[in-house]
């Protein structure tokens, strides 16, 4: 039996939706680490992740993210909401949204759990467990599972 896994014929679209330059970078090359081909667009506040998302202006021309990783401290909209946004929409729900965050609080953990995230995962400080993480992440959502 062959288990090859199935890949996208083109790279993966993540929307990185993130305040922190530095940490930006961090995903970006730890991601990179994962020799998935993929593009990466970025977002600073909820507000624009739910533009972005749907296409709205200065985001018209861009094409539905495969992934979404999205911090929980953020400005204008919370990330609650932005999360709660996409999987009420039965156009988006199926994109996979990861949360990537600082916090080890059990009421966020569970409150993203429970409006539906995919993944939650905390954000570490050392570079190895960094590089495992995006390793890890792109292994398993971009080469290993068949995305929508």
Not at 5 to 28: G, Y
Not at 125 to 136: K, R, S, Y
């Amino acid at each position: 039996m062959n288990m090859q896994a199935v890949q996208l014929k083109r790279p993966a679209r993540i929307l990185l939706v993130e305040d922190n330059p530095a940490d930006v970078k961090l995903i970006k090359e730890a991601l990179g680490s994962a020799d998935i081909p993929f593009t990466l667009s970025h977002v600073t506040n909820g507000e624009a992740a739910l533009d972005y998302i749907y296409q709205r202006e200065p985001f018209k021309a861009v094409l539905r993210p495969d992934l979404i990783i999205l911090d929980l401290n953020l400005p204008k909209i919370k990330w609650h909401e932005v999360l709660s946004e996409i999987k009420k929409d039965e156009k988006l729900k199926a994109i996979p949204v990861i949360i990537l965050t600082s916090s080890i609080s059990e009421a966020d953990i569970r409150k993203s759990y429970e409006l539906f995230a995919n993944t939650y995962f905390v954000k570490r400080t050392d570079l190895t467990e960094i590089f495992a993480m995006g390793e890890g992440i792109g292994n398993y959502w971009l080469k290993l599972c068949e995305l929508p």
